[in-house]
Every structure is written in structure tokens, then in C-alpha cells.
């Protein structure tokens, strides 16, 4: 009996692992083009039953079938606690894949050295969006997206990112203060951006396991983060330039 439990927790254990993975978009545009996409790996693909005829939603079935990707069709209200948008979700949703996520526990063990970008408060789609294109195509290993109080992968994330969504690995978590102290005890160094800091961006020296955090577009990092962090860090701007749109600093930190 005592094996049978153990196995049972394993079991339990690479399911929500694997649905740890999943991420849910909707919307009939959306839905279609991930569909065409090959290089998107699809879950599941819902329907509701009260849709209408229409050539979008045939396609969608006859390449679900195609790709041998399991349909599933459910009365609108059901539909709507998948999609977890009623009113935008046009009687569709698609559970997609994020093969490269992975836990923070996952990322620690498998990545000796490493550069993280921690969002804290990011809430603009199309930034969180912009921020994975700009990771994936610089020097960043991951990112770290909290589950609360931030913008979440939505259609308009991946159409921001261009597609590099699936292309790096995106580490979610319900608590990134607590997050960010499991990764300090592995000796990595935080560092949050702040306009009065005296150390510049480009000249400081970045140990081998390194976080950056940015923050909200308006508030910037929050106080229970900004004392978490090692240290602060500076881009020094020109002409009374104040601050700069969250992205375009992930752009640049994603070069160093």
C-alpha cells in the first residue's frame, strides 16, 4: 500500500509538472494561427457547442485532425473557465505547450552559471511581449514571470514576442520575493534598476549567476524587492531623460 501511494505522488507529481507547462490562448484568430504553426506544440484544443457554423472553426478541426491534436467541446459557461474570458474568448481556447518552462528548482539544477530577467509588476502585454523577444535574442537564460500582479502569456504576448516565446525558457512563480531568496542562497546577485543609483549599468561587473529585476512601467520595483537585491544599477540618460519604457531597459541589460 505504502508503494502504491508513492507512486500515485510520482504520478500526481509529472502531471502537474507537465500542466505546469500549459498556457491557455483564445480568441479565433489566435487559436487559428498557433494551429498553422508547427513549430507550436498543442495540447488540446476546445470548442464551445453553442458556435455557429463558420469556415474559421472548420479549419481549426481539420487541422486539429491533421496534427492529431485532441478536440474537446464543452457548453459556453464550461468554455468560459477554461478561456477565463467570456467576452473575448468567441467560443474558443487552445492549450499550447511551453516546452522550454521550467521550476526554479529545474533551472537552479540545471544552469551553473546564468543570467535571469525577474519582472516585478510588469503589467503591459505588449512589454512583457517586447521583453522575451529581446531575452531570447540576447543574453538572458531565463525569465522570471510571477503567476500575480503581472502581465500573463496571452495572444497579444506571443504576437509581441514574434514567436520567441517558445524559445526561452520562462520560469513562473507565486512568490518572487521568496523566489529570488532561493536563488540568492545559491550565491546569485540581484540587481534592480533605480535612477539614483551610483553604480552605471555598463561598467559594473556581473558575477556568474546574475538577476536583474525591472518593475512596474509606472511604480518601478517594489520596496519588498528593492531590499532584496545586492545592489542597484544605473542607466545614465542625456537631456533630462528620466526614465525609459521598460522593454527598451531589457533591451539593453539582455546585451551586456
Known sequence: MQEQKREDSLEYLAKRAFFDKIITIYGRNAVLEALEDDNITIHKLHLSTSNKSAVELEKMVKIAKQRAIEIAYHEKKALSRISKNAKQDQGVALDIVLEKALSEDEFLEQHETFRVMALDGVLNPQNLGMI?????????????????????????VIKASVGTIFKLPII??????????????????????????????????????????????????SKTIEDLSTTSIAIKMNRGVESLNVAVTASLLAFL
Open 172 to 221: 513562473k512563480t507565486k512568490n518572487l520575493a521568496k523566489t529570488l531568496e532561493k536563488f540568492k542562497t545559491q550565491e546569485a546577485e540581484v540587481y534592480t534598476l533605480s535612477s539614483y543609483a551610483t553604480n552605471d549599468y555598463k561598467t559594473t561587473v556581473y558575477g556568474a549567476k546574475t538577476v536583474f529585476v525591472l518593475g512596474n512601467e509606472s511604480e518601478g520595483v
Open 132 to 156: 522575451i523577444r529581446s531575452c531570447a535574442a540576447g543574453n538572458i537564460d531565463a525569465i522570471l514571470l510571477p503567476t500575480k500582479n503581472s502581465a500573463q502569456i496571452s495572444p497579444l
